[in-house]
């Protein structure tokens, strides 16, 4: 019979942060069919170490329900990426041709996983 070793690791719990993007934190490059914002941590903070792993969620109701991006809602595509500490989000047209207005203000919910 073979043995093994249970290995049991600490890891530190989930933490949320939230961000209010405001319709003018997205700007364009493009005839309005590709809009970015750029989320930083506040001075002093970061989204943790580079193991982690981070989600993203939207919501456009006030709060009542939240989206998980990348999402498609009202025919704009919303995705993000992150790197070296920063978080770029992207607001594109669904159909990549059809120009839309900029992403309306909403809240981002920020899921920080640990993991190692």
Known sequence: MASCTKRYDVVQPNQTVYADLKTTDWTTTDTSKNYTSI??????????????????????DGGKTYEQIPETYNNVAYSYT????????????????QVIAAPPALTAKIVLVSSN
């Open 82 to 97: 992150y790197t070296n500490g920063t978080i770029v989000l992207y607001a594109q047209s669904a159909n990549g041709a």
């Open 39 to 60: 989320i930083t941590p506040q001075p002093g903070s970061s989204f943790g170490a580079g193991s982690n792993g981070i989600l993203i969620y939207f919501t456009f």
